[in-house]
């Protein structure tokens, strides 16, 4: 009988994630699950109203309600002084003038201007006391005018949201090179336009939003538990900006988080209410969003408008692309807002094309809706649908295939400097669409699709070749767009004396891996297995500074900073072991979890240095310290650049507009893998926000009152497992060339490289009848409607 193979568990291997035992049998520890001793409840009531001047508050009702400690309004925040939610990202305009940033307190003050808005918070006992009481504050409003679309928002004679914003412009902004691009045009053999929709999406992680402050009057220092993807910056922005405090009296856990994808980088005002609150009644307030509360205020995605035109030769050679967008940001600036549509989003537009020339200009505007901010691929979605878009329908207009038109314009070379900023380092842009076509096989769609039509349905191929930008970096570069935090991360590696090892990292793991992915990385360089390895994360008390999770930074930024942290442990551990084999440290090599006399046999294992470290027999202590434990940050040179062709194919009904996929194919160039069974689920979970938005998410105003009318799951439909196939997943390798892992991220790309192919995919099906465009999401009435359309146009 053979011995069992022994099981990989370092770089490459397929490792079983540690964290998902406490999560699948319920012994995750959430916000909500924190209960703290004489915790209260905190309810708030938020405008029925999109927009309204608030004429009075009577809360005397309910201070005398059952079980009511306290209830708090705008004018007591006021009176004590505290800022506004701040902005992290200053935006400059084409003018060379600072965006216009009006004051967004915690509580409504004066004036609300979205439904949702925060009036009141009542604090009670109990939840179900504080619900109760809301009920008998007297709120009078003087209701004003609405506007809830962002291209009417910059109207003449549109309601005026901000006195600082009188247009209802944030900013205009462009990037590129105008006057080339308007020469291209003048002289090109065809241009294409289209007018594309980027419709809002609300993000619905299955955690609910939820806070507890805490307040110590015994050190006059705060606690503030909350489901949040950066506790540093929440405690940055919470400290200098909004409450004026010395770092060191407050701290930040981020305990396990259900979801974010995005929503949950921010600073929420609730979040500011309740760790004030809880000075206020001197115990600790708790807060948890209820579903409908989500719907309403966590930050919505997307959200544009745009104009795109292509110019082109007589080859089908792109010469320039011109893009004119207006952004809705909602009614108050959101954390990295402002970032979103420009800096994040039209740097991106050259996707993975050889356009000499792009030029961009962006209207970011204000509106009677919930603020807009990063969701999912923040930007980078948006810009790779304006990109593919366009150039599936370049190609349909110049009657040349959706392969050869973008073989004829790939980049090929590298490093690629682009017209608008970004310098790709590596790519293999063809590899990964050879890959997609093979698997998709696109070879076999003609016979697909005649069998399609026998059963009276269309069939479609929609491609969709993106490229986004992670790991936003370096961070003087990007303070100088406008960041107003450092991007590097931190790794702390801790070796125990017994050889066990503790990694403390910046970054923060809500669904993405990092308790494995991490462990993984620094067992391999350590020889350690890594069941011996703990990640902590998520705690400004324990926690060196960091930045947190977003942007598929994770591993490239996060992982970087650990390994250059491993990399002055073996450093360390080569003196050591140089003392305990009597040679020089010049001459020890470490490797496969030994330390060893270069061209000899000769060596210690790295537990046994781990516990010289700290029993420091036999090494002088004038020469080195005792311990075994270091500290790095990392600051990349450059953004990463994860790529790949995405083919979908559907099936139409015509008679009911109902569009199935057929098959979902990804083929994407994420760098070295650390571990691919993560990075295929990653893949898996992104195509399916990225098919929701295709097909189904949409989150709409009423116009005229601004009330949210998609407020709940019977008005806003998410993608179920019936709607989607198994997906046909592969990768290419191109490791990043400038960070010592050569990793790139994924966690994004499925949300990015999707809603194009399908949106692709269903005008192809639909070419026939003559419908050249649809906008998102392709929902069944919508497609229906296109196919009369067209038959009546016809």
């Known amino acids: 009988m053979n011995a069992p193979a022994e099981i990989q568990t370092g770089i490459g291997a397929s490792v079983r994630r540690k964290e998902d035992y406490r999560f699948v049998t319920g012994s995750g520890r959430y916000t909500d699950d924190i209960q703290l001793q004489g915790q209260t409840f905190a309810y708030f009531l938020r405008s029925p109203h999109a927009h309204a001047n608030i004429v009075s508050i009577d809360k005397s009702a309910a201070l005398a309600a059952p079980g009511v400690l306290a209830v708090l309004t705008g004018d007591d925040l006021a009176a004590d002084k505290l800022g506004g939610v701040p902005c992290g990202w200053l935006i400059t305009d084409v003018n060379g003038q600072p965006m216009k940033e009006p004051p967004h307190p915690a509580l409504a003050h004066g004036k609300v201007r979205y439904v949702g808005d925060q009036v009141a918070v009542i604090i009670a006992s109990t939840y179900l006391q504080a619900k109760e009481a809301s009920e008998r504050v007297d709120v009078q409003y003087d209701v004003l005018p609405a506007v809830v679309d962002a291209s009417d928002a910059i109207k003449a004679g549109a309601p005026v949201l901000h006195d600082v914003a009188p247009d209802n412009r944030c900013y205009k902004w462009s990037i590129g090179d105008k006057a080339a691009v308007d020469a291209a045009f003048a002289g090109a053999h065809h241009v294409t336009r289209l007018e594309l929709s980027n419709n809002r999406l609300i993000p619905n992680a299955m955690e609910p939003r939820a806070a507890i402050g805490h307040y110590s009057r015994g050190d006059d220092s705060y606690t503030l538990y909350v489901a949040n993807q950066n506790p540093h910056v929440e405690r940055l922005l919470l400290t200098a900006f909004v409450m004026g405090l010395p770092e060191h009296k407050m701290r930040v856990v981020a305990p396990d988080v259900g979801g974010g994808f995005g929503s949950k980088i921010f600073l929420y005002a609730e979040d500011v209410v309740v760790t004030w609150a809880s000075k206020k009644v001197n115990r600790p307030v708790k807060w948890t969003a209820e579903r409908s509360e989500s719907f309403l205020t966590d930050a919505h995605g997307r959200d544009h408008a745009t104009l795109a035109e292509m110019a082109v030769d007589a080859n089908g050679k792109f010469l320039a692309m011109r893009v004119h967008t207006v952004a809705n940001l909602g009614a108050y600036l959101s954390t990295f807002a402002t970032s979103v549509p420009t800096i994040l989003y039209a740097t991106l537009l050259a996707g993975q094309y050889s356009t000499p020339q792009i030029y961009c200009e962006v209207d970011g505007v204000f509106t009677n809706t919930a603020p807009v901010d990063a969701y999912r691929g923040a930007g980078r979605p948006e810009a790779a649908y304006v990109v593919e878009r366009l150039v599936s329908a370049v190609g349909r207009e110049m009657k040349i295939s959706d392969i050869d038109i973008r073989r004829r314009n790939f980049i090929t070379q590298f490093p690629y400097q682009t017209p608008v900023a970004l310098q790709y380092d590596v790519g293999d842009f063809n590899a990964c669409l050879d890959g997609a076509v093979e698997l998709a096989d696109v070879a076999g769609f003609a016979a697909r699709r005649e069998e399609s039509k026998k059963r009276g349905k269309l069939r479609g191929l929609g491609y969709s070749t993106y490229i986004e930008a992670c790991g936003l970096a370096p961070s003087n570069i990007a303070g100088a767009l406008g960041a107003r935090a450092g991007l590097y991360e931190v790794g702390e590696v801790r070796v125990n004396p017994t050889g066990s090892i503790t990694v403390f990292t910046g970054s923060h ?12 990385i620094v067992g391999e360089r350590l020889g350690v297995p890594i069941d011996q390895i703990d990640i902590v994360h998520g705690d400004t008390g324990r926690v060196p500074f960091g930045m947190g999770t977003y942007g598929s930074r994770s591993l490239a930024v996060g992982g970087s900073a650990i390994m250059k942290a491993v990399d002055k442990i073996v450093a360390k551990g080569k003196k050591i072991a140089a003392h305990l084999l009597e040679a020089s440290a010049g001459d020890i090599e470490f490797k ?32 080195l310290e005792p311990g075994l434990n270091e500290t790095a940050f990392y600051d990349p040179t450059n953004f990463t650049y994860p790529a790949g062709a995405h083919i979908c194919e559907v099936e139409v009904d015509p008679d009911t507009g109902v569009v199935e996929i057929a098959a979902m194919t990804a083929v994407d160039d994420f760098g070295n893998i650390i571990n691919p069974m993560i990075v295929e689920g990653q893949v898996h979970g992104g195509l399916a926000q990225g098919i929701g938005q295709a097909l189904m998410e949409n989150c709409v105003y009423d116009k005229e009152s601004g009330q949210l009318l998609s407020g709940s799951y019977l008005d806003y439909s998410m993608p179920r497992a019936e709607d989607l196939p198994s997906f046909k997943v592969g990768n290419r390798v191109t490791p990043c060339s400038h960070n010592p892992l050569g990793v790139k991220g994924c966690g994004e790309a499925g949300a990015i490289g999707s809603p194009p192919a399908v949106i692709n995919a269903v005008i192809d099906a639909l070419g026939p009848l003559g419908v050249t465009h649809i906008d998102m999401p392709a929902t069944p009435h919508r497609v229906w409607s296109a196919i009369q359309s067209a038959k009546s146009s016809a």
Request: charged fraction near 15%; glycine fraction near 10%; charge should be negative.
């Open 592 to 623: 496969d979890g030994k330390f060893t006399i270069e061209g000899t046999d000769r060596s210690v294992p790295f537990s046994q240095v781990a516990f010289s470290a700290y029993v420091p027999h036999n090494y002088p202590l004038a020469e």
């Open 509 to 520: 793991s809500h669904g993405q891996g990092h308790e494995t992915t991490f462990a993984q």
